[in-house]
């Protein structure tokens, strides 16, 4: 059945469609959040935020538009306002706290990065690595295409930009993510 069709029975009054429509995107849903996030708990909190609004929106929808779409744009939103939040939180914290400011908060032994983490890791943990530091519309792109399979029309449409720029944008996210992985020491085409 369809997205369109579930809407329609939930509109009618089939609250069953509606937990059929959830449950067909809570998985791939979940997963960009928490790779959005990088925090279970605000990924748990933004998912459940993410359906309600959506529920909202429902009598509202139209049929001409994809459904996944409108559940992706819900939940883009939602995440760049929690990052604008931290982000306030963090400049407060950074005034009140005077000179010392972040590297006040490392670890009381001194090192900074634990060795452990300045191993080797293997290629799907680097992967994770390199996309989690790309600049956030970056990351929202690869997310969306790595745990959606949306394609470059249907993220263009979801974010309401042209195609082209969002093109361009993978483009250089792939290029910071390869530049990433030589800096790692793995050898790729341009390092051959």
Same mark, same amino acid.
Request: with cysteine; net charge negative; proline share 2%.
């Given at each position: 059945?369809?997205?369109?069709?579930?809407?329609?029975?939930?509109?009618?009054?089939?609250?069953?469609?509606?937990?059929?429509?959830?449950?067909?995107?809570?998985?791939?849903?979940?997963?960009?959040?928490?790779?959005?996030?990088?925090?279970?708990?605000?990924?748990?909190?933004?998912?459940?935020?993410?359906?309600?609004?959506?529920?909202?929106?429902?009598?509202?929808?139209?049929?001409?538009?994809?459904?996944?779409?409108? &559940?992706? +744009? *819900?939940?883009?939103?939602?995440?760049?306002?929690?990052? $604008?939040? @931290?982000?306030?939180?963090? #400049?407060?914290?950074?005034?009140?706290?005077?000179?010392?400011?972040?590297?006040?908060?490392?670890?009381?032994?001194?090192?900074?990065?634990?060795?452990?983490?300045?191993?080797?890791?293997?290629?799907?943990?680097?992967?994770?690595?390199?996309?989690?530091?790309?600049?956030?519309?970056?990351?929202?792109?690869?997310?969306?295409?790595?745990?959606?399979?949306?394609?470059?029309?249907?993220?263009?449409?979801?974010?309401?930009?042209? &195609?082209? +720029? *969002?093109?361009?944008?993978?483009?250089?996210?792939?290029? $910071?993510? @390869?530049?990433?992985?030589? #800096?790692?020491?793995?050898?790729?085409?341009?390092?051959?």
């Amino acid at each position: 059945m369809t997205d369109a069709a579930l809407i329609d029975r939930h509109r009618q009054g089939d609250q069953a469609a509606l937990g059929e429509l959830i449950q067909r995107y809570q998985h791939m849903l979940f997963g960009y959040l928490l790779r959005m996030t990088r925090s279970r708990e605000d990924a748990e909190d933004l998912f459940q935020e993410t359906f309600l609004r959506m529920v909202r929106q429902l009598e509202t929808y139209d049929e001409r538009s994809r459904f996944k779409s409108l &559940l992706f +744009t *819900i939940a883009g939103n939602l995440c760049v306002d929690l990052s $604008r939040r @931290r982000q306030s939180r963090l #400049k407060r914290f950074e005034e009140e706290d005077g000179d010392e400011g972040i590297e006040g908060l490392a670890d009381p032994s001194g090192d900074w990065i634990p060795d452990r983490w300045l191993q080797r890791k293997d290629t799907a943990e680097t992967l994770v690595a390199a996309v989690d530091q790309l600049p956030d519309a970056m990351r929202d792109l690869v997310l969306l295409r790595l745990e959606t399979g949306m394609t470059f029309q249907e993220i263009a449409d979801t974010r309401g930009e042209k &195609l082209g +720029t *969002i093109l361009a944008r993978m483009h250089r996210a792939v290029a $910071r993510i @390869r530049m990433y992985f030589e #800096k790692q020491g793995y050898e790729t085409a341009s390092t051959r």
